[in-house]
């Protein structure tokens, strides 16, 4: 009987363990996976580098591990790319690309990025947009009112003066619109009836700032 129980225990304890080292692998790893689909890389070759350290890994998953961490670790230098005109950061991912490797019965979804060699330049505005600000530099017409292509757009109630400098494209005093590139029609009238009537050419990304001065 005592033998008996000795083996029970013997089986259970391996059961155990077995079980204990599959849910440290298995979560390790779709954890890993997790992260690699958020594009966060760093964090997915740490949590494939912990599950190394479970107990009881073989060696068959240690080389999948490897390879997950080794194919991820050429991605990190090519995921983004500093655009020379703006700043700003572009992710130039295009496509994903899956395929599936089956691991005993653990299905484990693996993907891989194909990259552009001329990925879509980024837009401040908009793809096509550019942006179109008017401000006055004169201070007898009064508040000033401001018509883009027939629409009303807004007033000017503050001027800038020979000794302010002048405006920036995001300056609260004023009036601006993005809007499609190309030809628009500005209209301005003032708190005298005082009316201006011009026509603009902007390109695509281009900000383009133009002054009402005095009649």
């Known amino acids: ?46 949590k494939w580098q912990a599950a190394k350290e479970c107990p009881g890994i073989t060696s068959k998953e240690n080389k999948v591990l490897d390879e997950w961490i080794g194919q991820t670790k050429k991605q990190i230098p090519l995921r983004a790319k500093q655009s020379p005109d703006s700043g700003k950061i572009i992710i130039i991912r295009d496509t994903l690309i899956r395929n599936f490797i089956r691991i005993d019965t653990l299905i484990v979804e693996k993907q891989k990025i194909v990259y552009r060699d001329k990925p879509e ?4 505005y908009g793809k096509g947009n550019c942006k179109v600000v008017i401000y006055s530099t ?19 109630n503050n001027y800038f003066s020979e000794s302010i400098p002048d405006p920036d494209c995001d300056n609260i005093y004023t009036v601006q619109k993005i809007t499609v590139s190309g030809v628009h029609h500005i209209q301005t009238r003032d708190a005298h009836n005082g009316t201006t009537d011009f026509y603009i050419t902007v390109k695509e990304d281009a900000c383009y700032l133009n002054s009402i001065g005095c009649k």
């Open 121 to 124: 330049p980024y837009h401040v």
């Open 1 to 46: 009987m005592r033998a008996i129980i000795l083996v029970l225990c013997f089986f259970l304890f391996c059961s155990s363990t077995g079980a204990q080292k599959m849910e440290c692998y298995n979560r390790l790893l779709q954890r890993g996976i997790e992260e690699y689909n958020k594009n966060n890389l760093d964090q997915a070759i740490l």
């Open 138 to 156: 004169c201070g007898n017409r009064g508040s000033i009112m401001v018509w883009i292509d027939g629409n009303y757009v807004g007033v000017l």
